[in-house]
């Protein structure tokens, strides 16, 4: 998923059409080992990330940062941003993205899989 290696499952918990409000989507991902979601950005969407299982790295606009169980991160409007898992187990995540006023938004990605910008 934009531009990562590996796999990752997502299952939709609510999606847009559950929610009467900006909110786009609440999902859990699981990220498999030596797995990563690519570096991109959104237009007009933040997003966060709360781990709940496993440890990996973040990337948020050129830091990069280790996650374990609780950790909560907060990518704004255009704060390019990824995550990389290079354990032997799975990471598990909550995604939730909220948009912009009007609802719309885009994601540009970044042609990085952050293999190599983390320890």
Do not use: M
């Not at 796999?7 to 609440?26: Q, V």
């Not at 999902?27 to 997003?47: C, F, K, M, R, T």
Request: net charge negative; aromatic share 10%; hydrophobic share 35%.
């Amino acid at each position: 998923i934009h531009g990562g290696v590996g796999r990752i499952a997502t299952r939709h918990i609510w999606g847009p059409e559950d929610l009467s409000s900006t909110w786009t989507f609440l999902d859990h991902a699981i990220l498999a080992p030596h797995s990563s979601v690519g570096y991109h950005h959104h237009e007009g969407l933040e997003e966060s990330f709360i781990i709940l299982e496993g440890t990996g790295y973040v990337t948020i606009e050129d830091s990069c940062f280790k996650v374990a169980p609780g950790s909560v991160t907060f990518q704004g409007i255009r704060q390019a941003h990824g995550i990389y898992n290079p354990a032997d187990e799975e990471l598990n995540f909550i995604r939730v993205a909220v948009a912009g006023e009007d609802g719309a938004f885009t994601t540009v990605d970044l042609h990085d899989d952050l293999e190599v910008r983390c320890p």
